[in-house]
């Protein structure tokens, strides 16, 4: 999961609840100073929210775009059904959507992190139309790798039958049992710890099947009529970086890779990060 180094809001940000007709979405709406030159919606990753991107929206804001940051269904402040078969990812993907035009800024620039970037494919896919370009963000072209794939399916096992409590008490515990392991601020603690308690254990475990078993979706991916990015950190661990490279290459994207950047670069580098993204939709603006 990303987690935010801080909890305080960039200059001229607001959070607020977006309607759609499908429900209503928890949002971060970050926007610069003049007219914006285009609106940017985020999409988080697995156990993620729209804090993930919280280093990067003022950086994006001030490069002049609107940048939106979204909880989808059932992750944190946004709410969901308790049942899995509500997370499919042509349901996700119609979120999306539903998101885009609520919004009333579109074709929008689309930037999907981890598994974020499943339900962004999703919804380019569904409908090109609505967006100006996909970036898709440490995330790779199918299922994880195989160490990630074990920690996936002790969490989607556990989730069902044991309290949410425990459930956490021992991700905690094994977090901190990895060597590169180091101890967050309090404040990020209750933070991490709130967000997982109200993310719905039903887009966990569906999420979760997902990350696991996605086929390989490169060959849709290239077949998308739209600017394709893909940006990722050398040090990514949940794809291997071989296999996003070679991605890349086989759509034909935009391809960054970000110095001493691992799963999270919108968090560690998102100066740098914002760099590429604003660079690669500058080629995307219509003449």
Do not use: C
């Not at 156990?47 to 280093?55: A, M, P, W």
């Not at 719905?200 to 999420?207: D, G, H, R, T, V």
């Not at 990350?211 to 040090?235: C, I, K, Q, S, W």
Request: glycine residues 10%; proline residues 9%.
């Amino acid at each position: 999961m990303s987690k935010p180094r801080s909890l305080d809001l960039p200059a001229r940000t607001r959070a607020y609840r977006l309607s759609t007709p499908r429900q209503e979405f928890a949002v971060l709406d970050s926007r610069p100073e003049g007219r914006a030159l285009a609106t940017v919606l985020l999409v988080p990753g697995y156990t993620g929210s729209k804090e993930d991107f919280l280093e990067l929206l003022g950086p994006i804001a001030d490069a002049g775009y609107r940048a939106v940051a979204v909880d989808g269904r059932g992750q944190f402040e946004s709410p969901g059904p308790r049942r899995t078969s509500a997370y499919t990812p042509r349901a996700l993907a119609g979120d999306v959507l539903a998101q885009v035009a609520a919004l009333g800024d579109g074709p929008v620039h689309l930037v999907g992190h981890s598994f974020g970037g499943f339900v962004a494919r999703s919804a380019a896919r569904l409908d090109p139309s609505a967006f100006r370009s996909l970036t898709l963000l440490s995330s790779g072209p199918g299922r994880v790798g195989p160490d990630q794939r074990t920690k996936i399916r002790m969490l989607r096992a556990a989730l069902p039958v044991l309290p949410p409590s425990w459930v956490w008490a021992v991700t905690q515990w094994l977090d901190g049992r990895d060597p590169a392991y180091v101890a967050d601020p309090p404040e990020i603690v209750a933070f991490l710890e709130r967000r997982w308690f109200r993310t719905q254990p039903a887009q966990l475990i569906a999420a979760g099947r997902q990350l696991r078993m996605e086929p390989d979706r490169t060959v849709g991916l290239a077949g998308l009529p739209l600017p394709l990015h893909v940006a990722y950190g050398d040090g990514e661990m949940v794809w291997s970086v071989g296999e996003l490279a070679h991605l890349a290459r086989s759509v034909g994207a935009r391809h960054t890779v970000i110095r001493g950047a691992g799963h999270s670069p919108n968090v560690s580098h998102p100066g740098q990060l914002t760099s590429a993204l604003t660079t690669f939709w500058s080629t995307t603006q219509p003449a």
